[in-house]
């Protein structure tokens, strides 16, 4: 069901932390003055099956979190032969405050891996507005041994920003997937495992923003 999801007083403790855009070399970038509303058109994948996965939107306008509650890619004993790939997709309409428009700046993934010795994950997203061409998949590889949290982040740089049409609603799209090899470990004694969740069920990924005014 789609859900309206108004920026919040009280966001994460992740997203309260941001320091916003001037992280990514955009400090000279506004911040429009008034609250954005997310509204969740479609959830879609293995990654984030209906119910499981949520938005919020922090208070300076400056990035908005998505959580999960069971996203898990596995491989080895207890695994189905489809758990080594999940994915997810959301599909998300931005109501940004007249006169600017917004691009992702940065996009910050984290999670927990075991990850047996010769095993590997690896964590990719991309970006796109309807009607545009997809972006290029940014990925980042793990390999084992490996049982611990792990966290990974991609940049854009300015002049690289993908901005929303001025004057137009386009719903934005992300695509993200977690993907797990045996590699040369044994897949028949041994499990090996990507979340993008924590130990208490849920983890923040943190997609950061940069607005500019429309012309």
């Not at 403790?13 to 003055?33: E, H, I, Y």
């Not at 095993?119 to 997809?134: K, L």
């Amino acid at each position: 069901m789609p859900m309206l999801l108004r920026a919040l007083a009280a966001a994460t403790a992740v997203a309260a932390s941001l320091s916003g855009p001037s992280a990514f070399g955009v400090d000279s970038l506004p911040t429009p003055p008034d609250r954005i509303v997310i509204d969740v058109a479609t959830v879609n994948g293995s990654g984030c099956p209906a119910g499981t996965a949520a938005v919020a939107v922090s208070p300076d306008n400056t990035a908005f979190t998505v959580t999960y509650s069971d996203y898990l890619a596995q491989v080895g004993l207890g695994s189905k032969p489809t758990d080594f790939r999940k994915n997810c997709q959301l599909d998300l309409r931005v109501h940004v405050p007249q006169g600017f428009t917004y691009a992702i700046a940065s996009a910050d993934y984290r999670g927990f891996a075991h990850l047996e010795k010769g095993a590997n994950g690896t964590e990719r997203a991309n970006y796109y507005f309807q009607g545009q061409a997809q972006t290029a998949y940014q990925s980042h590889r793990f390999s084992g041994p490996q049982d611990d949290s792990w966290q990974a982040t991609d940049t854009v740089d300015v002049a690289a920003l993908v901005w929303a049409p001025c004057g137009e609603e386009r719903n934005f799209n992300i695509n993200t997937e977690l993907r797990v090899a045996a590699g040369t470990s044994d897949p028949t004694k041994s499990t090996s495992f990507m979340t993008m969740d924590s130990t208490d069920g849920n983890i923040n990924t943190v997609y950061h923003l940069a607005w500019k005014h429309c012309p």
